[in-house]
């Protein structure tokens, strides 16, 4: 694995170097060079809003191939719960599974029920007065990378414990071994995600070694399989596992709720959660032991590979949530699942924006960036290709900036040399007679 | 820079909580481009922070003054305000003279200056009543 797996790239082919995307970008992670715009790999953190943002649909999310099932003899499809969100309201959530099967996967489990072990084990460090509070959930890894960079002080109050997403693979593969007696590494473990972070995750995980996830594919890369083949799916076999409360995960506040605790607070879109962490970390949140931060506005339902607009989303999961509340009852019995969740492996702070590793050398470099930042002309323009005048004085100092990247900057310059061309101009040289006599 | 010594000087509007903090995030945004631990960072920040709101609040504005060098961070944040008459009593865990209208923005509950001393590697008061007051903490870090 190279050392920054990114899921979120560059078409460069379509990137016309607008510079839309460098503002809003919360870790200021993009550059514009030569007209092309270059994301800054140690910064980016997968949030996707610079896939939502360009009007050139330049930036993409790199995912697995649909047809990458077939590296494996047995296709477990996992579908996020935002999956259900995708359909008109009318198609059942099990004929919504069933139509998995017809596409080509043997088996399929929903993210949403494995959500629900995550969410008691969730249940547990909340109630546990020994943990930290507020406790801060690790279901987006966009905010977990967020934390790393951002947040240092925050990584002790994360929730260790894996995504629903790695829960669901790891039962689903170990009971087809087991049930079926099908050797381990002839299966395949496939999530259909709305999301680019977990592609990350999965290629390049922080919390374990390997992910036992085998693919990820996005959900606009099977929607239209999907449709075409949810009439020659006669939804006979029953799939549906998961109950209301894990089916409400792709919506934000769902997972909050179904820890169900009164004292906690769901936050969604990256520059929010940005604000709830720095109040975080100044101490000022109160009578919270609980946060849901995620980084796409409105949850998962917002997610960058998703299809059907968010709000649309949003009130069809609300009829998948409230048929299941109905067939609550009569709800297949829960397998157990006692395996252990916690990471095994430790995530550390990043220190991205650090200027130097020796401290009197920051203080010389960031001196000079403050002099440099009172020369340059505050308008945030980002004609030179960086977000704000402050981040240019930042890459100067940096050495990957000139101050004349500033359009004022080059302007003056020359005005300058035009100046003190005409002042060359106006001297002569002293055999044609000097002026001053 | 002298002698490895950063030297950084905010003014504090008064009475104007919708920007209050910015001096404190400002210091904080240095402190993690010169690369100081989190551990140190949190500590300097949420005690200048609340230091920071404390002169808003009751002091009607003054000036922030910060030191960092030499394995240390020192922040000085002067006010002319009113002063406090009791010190002992302000800083009792829950004692507070905010107004109900500071108190409905979510300050008030009386945990400003316990909170700097639990944060603060060392903590000095200067307050005198009608004149005005000044905090200086000090934030210690592993000067390598
Ligand atoms: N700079 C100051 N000038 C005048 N009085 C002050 C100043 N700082 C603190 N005080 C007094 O000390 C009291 C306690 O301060 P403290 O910061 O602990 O609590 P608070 O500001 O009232 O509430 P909180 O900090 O929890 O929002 C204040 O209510 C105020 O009466
Ligand atoms: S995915 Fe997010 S962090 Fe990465 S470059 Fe785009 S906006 Fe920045
Ligand atoms: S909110 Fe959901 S879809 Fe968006 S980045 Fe986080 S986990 Fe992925
Ligand atoms: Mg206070």
Redesign the pocket.
Known sequence: MEKYFHSVTLDEDKCMGCTNCIKRCPTEAIRVRNGKARIINERCI???ECIRICPYRAKKAITDEFSCIEKFKYKIAIP?P?IYGQFKPEISRNRILNAFKAIGFDDVYEVARAAEYVTYATRKLVLDDASPKPLISS?????VRLIQVRFPSLIDNLIKLESPMEVAAKIVKKKAAEKKGIDPSDIGAFFI??????ATSVKAPYESKKSSVDGVISIKDVYLKLISSMDRSNDTELLTKAGFEGIRWAN?GGEGLAVGTDRFLAV?GIHNVISIFEEVENDKIENVDFIEA???TG??L?????VENLYVAKTRIKKHVDDAKALKDDRQPLETYDENMVWTEEIAYKPVMKLDNDIREAMRKLEALEIINRGLPGLDCGACGAPSCRALSEDIVRGIAVETDCIFKLREKVRDLASQMKELEDRRPPVMGNDKG | MADGLMKLHYEIPADDLTYAGEASSSVKKVLVQLGINPVQIKKAAVSMYEAEINAVIHGHGGAADIEIGNGRIFICIEDKGPGIPDLELAMQEGWSTASDEVREMGFGAGMGLPNIKRYADKLDIETETGKGTKVMITVMYPNT
């Open positions: 997968d949030c996707g996020a935002t279901a987006c890894p966009a905010v995600t709305p999301c680019a972070a977990k934000s969604d995620l980084a796409c949850g998962c917002g997610g960058p590979l998703a």
